[in-house]
C-alpha cells in the first residue's frame, strides 16, 4: 500500500512539475556521491573497464557503428552472441548482484568503457553504444565530479517512475576510464 501511495503521489508531483524539473535532483544527487561512487569503485569493475579500454582503443566510429547495429538486431532475435557475451561477464554478473541487493531501488546497471560501449549491464539495454547520449558525454567526458540525472520518467515494462543517474569511473589515478549508469527507482528514495 505504501508502494501504491508513493507512486500515486510521484505521479501527481510528475503531472503538476515542469517537464524540466527534476524534484529528485537532491536525493540522487547524495545517493550518486556516497552509495553510487562505491560501487563505481570496485576493483574488478575498474579492472573490467580498463581491459576492455585496451581492447576497443583502436576503434573507429564505423567498428562502433557496427557493433551497436549487431546488438539493436540481436535484441529482438533468438540467437544473440553479443548480448549472451556482455550478460555472461563478470562485469554483468557483480550489476546484476548489486540490482538484486537493492530490493527495487535499482531498476537497471550498466557500465561504460572510454568509448561509450557496454562493459557489463544488470539487464539488457536497447543499445550498445550509450557515447552519443547524456550519460556518456556528460560524465566521462566532464571528469571525476560530473554527474548526469536525468528526468523522471515511468518505465512502462516495470510501472515504476525512475531517473537514471550516471557517474564517471574513475582509475587510480582518479581520472575517468568509463561510466556507470543506474536506473532508480525514485519512489524508493
Known amino acids: 500500500m505504501k508502494h501504491l501511495l508513493t507512486a ?14 527534476n524534484e529528485f535532483s537532491k536525493q540522487l544527487k547524495e545517493l550518486a556521491t556516497s552509495k553510487l561512487m562505491k560501487i563505481a569503485s570496485d576493483p574488478n569493475l575498474v579492472k573490467q573497464i580498463l581491459a576492455q579500454n585496451g581492447q576497443t582503443a583502436g576503434y573507429d566510429q564505423g567498428k562502433i557503428d557496427m557493433l551497436d547495429k549487431q546488438w539493436r538486431a540481436e535484441v529482438n532475435a533468438a540467437d544473440k552472441p553479443l548480448i549472451d557475451r556482455t550478460l555472461a561477464n563478470p562485469t554483468s554478473k557483480y ?20 568509448k561509450g560501449l557496454n562493459v557489463g549491464q544488470s539487464t ?5 553504444w550509450q557515447g552519443d547520449e547524456g550519460k556518456w558525454q556528460n560524465t ?50
Do not use: W
Request: include cysteine; charge should be negative; aromatic fraction near 8%.
Open 140 to 189: 566521462y567526458s566532464v571528469g571525476a565530479n560530473a554527474v548526469d540525472i536525468s528526468e523522471v520518467e515511468q518505465d512502462e515494462s516495470t510501472q515504476t517512475f525512475q531517473s537514471q543517474v550516471s557517474i564517471p569511473v574513475l582509475g587510480e589515478d582518479g581520472n575517468p576510464i568509463g561510466a556507470i549508469t543506474f536506473g532508480v527507482n525514485v519512489e524508493f528514495l
Open 124 to 128: 539488457v539495454t536497447s543499445d550498445y
Open 95 to 114: 550489476l546484476s548482484g548489486i540490482q538484486e541487493k537493492s530490493e527495487g531501488l535499482f531498476t537497471e546497471i550498466f557500465a561504460m568503457d572510454a
Open 8 to 21: 500515486v503521489g510521484v505521479a501527481a508531483l510528475l503531472i503538476c512539475t515542469p517537464a524540466s524539473a
